[in-house]
């Protein structure tokens, strides 16, 4: 399913995705995002990929830890398949330009768009006196991202289909105050049957890289034994494999285990279902982990090579964000004219 409105045709195709290096990758960013980004760039698309290390520091992040998350998820780029010689790879912080277009978006957007956002409203709770003020303004920033290559399409996961949303509103009120038809109406790509990989203990919650508890969430650097683990101690209910997809209703731990199966095989949650009618989760969880292992083990071994590798992680980065500063400079100096800033 591709969502959202009309691109307008005076804007070339092009793809903007990111990650947080807020903690080690897990299985929802490789299924819900990094997989796709890999089909995008092997299909030919125009693409650029982005460590947002900005966005990371709107919770606390130790320095040391923010380093190497930085050029962990750098490494599972590379090693899922991203190629930092056909599409830009690099990191939020090395391209100036995005917190200064952040910073325009931040005068563009209004109050009441952020006081809607519901990862704003999970994230902060009940302390949303406390959070920082980055945590609030995060989706103007990321329209920033996005808008600063005037990419017309984003891959991502279910989760962050909002903020989406609210960069088309950023750019529509933009394009409208200053009368210009300068940024395109970007659309969010959410497709498969992996958009919102569950939390494997809490069938109501995403699994996140900051979720309090390891046997939550599968981890792409896990040795096999854990991901084993992970998926046994995973909750589910007595039923195992309905006989057909609505048997699924209502079973949302179920639904994640038929769904993640689903997505890494690059089958339809109903084949999977088919398939293995009838089996219990004495069958299908072993089965689903030994499926992950296989996947997620060469990918695994080739992040642990990157990241021994520090010098050649930091100048894909660096090279990356040059390239990067190529199509965002003038884009930032046009936004400038437009706004009246005098240079
Ligand atoms: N569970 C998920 N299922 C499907 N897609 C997911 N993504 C993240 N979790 C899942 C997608 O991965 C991309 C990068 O997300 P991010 O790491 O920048 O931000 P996030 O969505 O806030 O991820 P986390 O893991 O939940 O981070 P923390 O715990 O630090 O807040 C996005 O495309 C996202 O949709």
């Given at each position: 399913m591709s969502e959202g409105g009309q691109t307008s045709p005076a804007f070339t195709p092009r793809i903007f995705s990111g990650i947080k290096p807020s903690g080690g990758l897990t299985l929802g960013n490789y299924l819900g995002a990094i997989k796709k980004f890999v089909a995008a760039q092997d299909a030919g698309k125009d693409s650029i990929f982005c460590v947002v290390d900005l966005h990371a520091i709107t919770v606390w992040q130790d320095p040391k830890d923010l380093q190497v998350a930085t050029r962990e998820v750098a490494a599972g780029y590379i090693a899922s398949g991203i190629d930092p010689t056909k599409s830009i790879l690099f990191n939020q912080s090395q391209v100036p330009e995005h917190a200064e277009l952040g910073w325009i978006f931040n005068c563009v957007a209004r109050v009441g768009w952020m006081n809607r956002m519901t990862q704003f409203k999970d994230k902060a709770g009940n302390n949303a006196e406390k959070v920082s003020l980055g945590l609030y303004a995060y989706p103007s920033l990321m329209a920033a991202d996005i808008l600063l290559y005037h990419a017309t399409?984003?891959?991502?996961?279910?989760?962050?289909?909002?903020?989406?949303?609210?960069?088309?509103?950023?750019?529509?009120?933009?394009?409208?105050?200053?009368?210009?038809?300068?940024?395109?109406?970007?659309?969010?790509?959410?497709?498969?049957?992996?958009?919102?990989?569950?939390?494997?203990?809490?069938?109501?919650?995403?699994?996140?890289?900051?979720?309090?508890?390891?046997?939550?969430?599968?981890?792409?650097?896990?040795?096999?034994?854990?991901?084993?683990?992970?998926?046994?101690?995973?909750?589910?209910?007595?039923?195992?494999?309905?006989?057909?997809?609505?048997?699924?209703?209502?079973?949302?731990?179920?639904?994640?285990?038929?769904?993640?199966?689903?997505?890494?095989?690059?089958?339809?949650?109903?084949?999977?279902?088919?398939?293995?009618?009838?089996?219990?989760?004495?069958?299908?969880?072993?089965?689903?982990?030994?499926l992950a292992v296989d996947k997620l083990a060469p990918i695994s071994e080739e992040m642990r090579r990157l990241m021994d590798d520090t010098a050649e992680i930091d100048k894909i980065l660096r090279l990356g964000a040059e390239r990067a500063r190529d199509i965002a400079s003038p884009i930032l100096k046009k936004t400038y004219e437009i706004v009246g800033l005098v240079r």
């Open positions: 399409h984003v891959p991502v996961g279910d989760d962050q289909k909002q903020h989406v949303e609210l960069t088309r509103d950023i750019a529509a009120k933009f394009n409208h105050d200053y009368k210009v038809d300068f940024f395109p109406m970007t659309e969010p790509v959410i497709e498969g049957p992996a958009v919102r990989v569950m939390n494997l203990r809490d069938g109501s919650k995403k699994m996140s890289k900051s979720g309090e508890s390891d046997m939550e969430r599968i981890n792409m650097l896990d040795d096999a034994d854990k991901i084993a683990k992970k998926f046994k101690k995973a909750k589910t209910d007595p039923d195992g494999i309905p006989e057909s997809i609505e048997g699924l209703d209502g079973r949302p731990e179920a639904r994640n285990l038929v769904n993640i199966y689903a997505a890494l095989s690059d089958q339809s949650a109903e084949a999977v279902v088919a398939e293995y009618a009838g089996a219990g989760w004495g069958k299908f969880k072993p089965t689903l982990a030994d």
